[in-house]
């Protein structure tokens, strides 16, 4: 096992859990989610139904950024589709539990959604959040 790895808290299961999924990334994610090409949009359609995939917090992070920077989306707007991306089917997303409640902060406050995330994980973990402020 490579040294990385070892220092982890993975068990093997949950390695061998991950090895069976496929990672989606962030572009088929978009295509899906946007519809800006609906014949690429249709494709992952069929992928998300025909294969056991999952897409990591930070996939749905840089597609959270995307559809507010280069599509120009509103925030609810975003964390309605974001939402609804997490149903389509069970264990899509990982840790969505995360994913719904930093869609929750998102919408509320004005805060970018990594920030939102990582409020996600104070709330079910208990974790503190080391923050620096800097004036501009």
């Known amino acids: 096992m490579k040294e990385h790895l070892k220092t982890t808290n993975f068990t093997a299961e949950k390695i ?5 999924k ?3 990334e962030t572009f088929v994610v978009l295509r899906f989610l946007v519809g800006d090409k609906p014949d690429k949009a249709q494709k992952v359609s069929e992928l998300l139904d025909t294969t ?3 897409v990591p917090i930070e996939v749905i992070a840089e597609a959270v950024y995307n ?3 280069y599509y120009g989306h509103t925030r609810d707007i975003i964390a309605e ?3 609804d991306f997490i149903f389509i089917k069970e ?14 902060v998102y919408v509320s406050t004005s805060l970018d959604f990594v920030d939102c ?7 079910v973990n208990g ?3 080391f923050i620096i402020t800097v004036e501009v």
């Open 81 to 83: 589709k974001i939402k």
């Open 22 to 24: 496929h990672n989606i």
């Open 91 to 104: 264990d899509l997303v990982e840790k969505e539990y995360v994913v719904r409640f930093g869609c929750k």
């Open 117 to 123: 995330i990582l409020l996600a994980y104070a709330n």
């Open 52 to 54: 056991d995939c999952i």
């Open 16 to 20: 061998a859990q991950f090895r069976k």
């Open 67 to 69: 559809m507010y920077n």
């Open 127 to 129: 974790n503190m959040i």
